[in-house]
């Protein structure tokens, strides 16, 4: 367990954020056909590979916070991103003054051909919302990775650096994009 100094000059532990309540109200509505209306929205649908060997892989590593990590955070987590109620703190920027990014686990799906979770902001997230990370195979063996997120600025700083922060969210996706064809591909 992560229990030193993170963030802006705060002391937040997994164990702090374990029944913190979530900062928006449409919990688990990544899995819904339709994101809820206020957010901005994410829905990305990125080819990895194909065949099952590049699912396994992707598979894998979506469960192993690889994308986050790929897009330059450091994650602390209570334990694996394939259980409900799972905690993570991701850190972005410098050790001692980087931004914290407390999230929790809301839903894991862990079917033959489609493996993935969703994680739900917590007090002290830049954002309000949620995002979810799936792989999937198609019957033709094509593999997949579904993005998906609801979204809004949650904090007066975030708020000021609006144009900033949107421009950061879409290269966080991009690098996540990257690091799972690379995982794909073993």
Known sequence: MHTGRVGILRRTTLAQLADAPFTYPEVGATRDAELPAGYHHVDRREHLGSGPVAFDHAAAAVFRWAAQRGAGLRVHASG??????????????????GLDVPCRVVWVV????????AYGT?????????????????????????????SRLATPLARLGAPVSSRVQALALDRYVTTMRRAARG
């Open 122 to 150: 917590l007090p002290g997230h830049p954002e309000s919302g949620e995002e979810s990370f799936v792989v999937t195979r198609d019957p033709d063996g094509e593999v997949h990775y579904e993005l998906r997120a609801f």
């Open 110 to 117: 862990d079917e033959p051909d489609r493996r993935g979770f």
């Open 80 to 97: 694996p991103a394939s259980a409900v109620g799972t905690v993570v703190l991701m850190t972005a920027g410098l050790r001692r003054l």
